[in-house]
């Protein structure tokens, strides 16, 4: 008996458990990501479980690597479940390929309780039956209105069932999903949408299991929810419309069913129609978490912090109801509710995307920053041992990166010299007393020596006012021969920084190659 009943029954706790059951067929979408975050933070809101279950029956979709992919993907992200295929619980096996012998058993209660049948129609007449509605216009379905004009076992009796059976007659076993006896309207319940009532007329006797072995995804997916104590189904609303099919094979069983919750599409950029692979290749943006393949990168490789991603995936469909963006993992985890999850589809804005980056890199500690950059410089052959030089850089450049793979071009201006200069920075702030000017900056640098912000700006201002300039004037062109175009952190910072010596070499360099 489900023990979800017995919670019920005697008023006892029942316990959270969610899983995220993805199909191992390629990498995997951000929209699975969202699902999985959803489901992560509902567990962990409730202090419940996640689980990872891999739903793989379609083997001939299988993809090498996929499996890996998908838990390196959730690994990344900080968001690991707590039983999976490769750290299993008392549930197990966690793939749906391991789980044969479960699924025979179950398939076979349903054939003799008269809820399901063998049918056995080759896939060539149902083609023919295709053919036929379509050139009268209609929609051939397999269900009420013709099953028993069709080649199953409703039809032939038990007695030819038996030799088609016994003469290894290749078969699938559909669902009874409607007869005259019920009532067609068959009322849901969803945790988002409320009450839903579906048509039984119009669905079809959906395939449950096939001759192979194997089970259809409606099957082994709601056998191993029930078998594997699921308590919340929180998965996207593609599969809201299977959702009557799924509670009428757990009344079939007598099973009390989990609550289910469908989440709201995430939508293109231009808010028309769902998010693909297509719309990220087109635009320039990653739709997977981490590199694929050697070939397609990921939100990792792009330059993204796993929480970052999360908090942009998060607002996809969701908030807490203030005007709040910015959350850490455990904050989203704190106010995590099914009840403000939106019904309609979210718009995936690529460039809100990267502002969510830009927050959580700001957010960053100090320490934690500065250490990312010591791993870039250090990975372009540059030593670090100059802790106050690095801290000094750090706090520079924080607040002006939006993606980690941007640290190298702000952080090489403090490690090696221009190799060449920014025209358009050039006609826009050298003169024809700009050469002079800056000879004139070498000049006082070399005897004035090391100096501190405040000398160094009294310095220049009197360089520039000696000329009858503005310090304006002189900035300008100042910076293009240090870093090599007019971005970058403030001047004085830099130049205080670099140091006065190397200060003195880059003008010299720049007024050689410039003049």
């Not at 509902?42 to 001939?60: C, M, P, S, W």
């Not at 289910?260 to 635009?283: M, Q, T, V």
């Not at 807490?320 to 106010?335: A, H, P, Q, R």
């Amino acid at each position: 008996m489900n023990r979800r009943y017995l919670y019920k029954k005697f008023g006892m706790t029942n316990s959270v458990r969610v899983r995220f059951a993805p199909s191992p067929t390629g990498p995997l979408h951000i929209g699975g990501v969202r699902t999985a975050l959803y489901n992560y933070l509902y567990a962990r809101k409730h202090n419940g479980k996640f689980v990872l279950r891999i739903e793989d029956t379609d083997q001939k979709r299988s993809v090498e690597r996929a499996e890996e992919y998908i838990q390196s993907c959730l690994a990344w992200l900080g968001i690991e479940p707590d039983e999976s295929p490769d750290h299993p619980g008392s549930f197990g096996p966690y793939r749906q390929s391991e789980r044969r012998d479960v699924y025979q058993k179950y398939i076979l209660e349903l054939v003799e309780n008269g809820l399901a049948y063998y049918a056995f129609d080759s896939s060539e007449s149902l083609e023919q039956h295709r053919n036929n509605h379509e050139k009268k216009g209609e929609t051939f379905i397999y269900n009420w209105h013709n099953r028993m004009k069709l080649n199953n076992s409703l039809v032939l009796g038990e007695e030819k069932t038996k030799e088609k059976l016994g003469g290894g007659h290749p078969y699938v076993v559909r669902f009874l999903m409607w007869d005259e006896k019920q009532s067609s309207i068959y009322h849901c319940h969803d945790s988002i949408r409320g009450n839903v009532a579906i048509d039984c007329k119009l669905l079809d006797d959906k395939i449950l299991y096939k001759s192979d072995g194997m089970p259809t995804y409606h099957f082994a997916n709601v056998l191993d929810d029930h078998l594997m104590d699921i308590s919340h189904v929180i998965r996207g609303e593609e599969w809201l419309p299977s959702l009557a099919l799924h509670l009428k094979l757990y009344d079939a069983f007598g099973w009390t069913p989990p609550e289910f919750a469908h989440l709201p599409l995430i939508l293109k950029p231009n808010g028309k129609g769902k998010l693909s692979k297509r719309d990220g290749d087109r635009l320039g943006f990653p739709v997977f978490p981490i590199q694929w393949k050697g070939e397609i990168m990921g939100y990792k490789e792009e330059g993204y912090l796993a929480v970052a991603v999360l908090n942009f995936l998060a607002l996809l469909g969701w908030n807490d109801g203030s005007e709040n963006e910015i959350f850490s993992l455990e904050e989203l985890v704190s106010l995590f509710d099914l009840k403000r999850v939106h019904l309609a589809g979210a718009r995936f804005d690529p460039e809100k995307n990267k502002w969510f980056n830009q927050q959580h890199i700001q957010r960053l500690s100090l320490s934690d920053f500065s250490g990312l950059c010591k791993a870039v410089i250090e990975n372009h052959g540059f030593v670090v041992n100059n802790e106050n030089k690095l801290t000094s850089i750090a706090l520079m450049i924080q607040p002006r990166v939006v993606l980690t793979t941007e640290l190298w071009q702000e952080l090489n201006i403090f490690f090696e010299r221009p190799k060449s200069y920014d025209e358009k920075s050039l006609k826009k702030v050298w003169k024809e007393k700009t050469p002079s000017l800056l000879q004139a900056v070498s000049k006082r640098l070399s005897r004035d020596g090391e100096t501190t912000l405040e000398k160094l700006k009294n310095m220049l201002n009197g360089v520039a006012k000696g000329a009858g300039l503005g310090l304006g004037a002189l900035m300008g062109p100042l910076r293009v021969v240090i870093v090599g175009s007019l971005s970058g952190p403030d001047l004085f910072s830099i130049i205080n920084t670099l140091g006065v010596k190397e200060v003195i070499n880059r003008i010299n360099s720049a007024l050689e190659i410039l003049e």
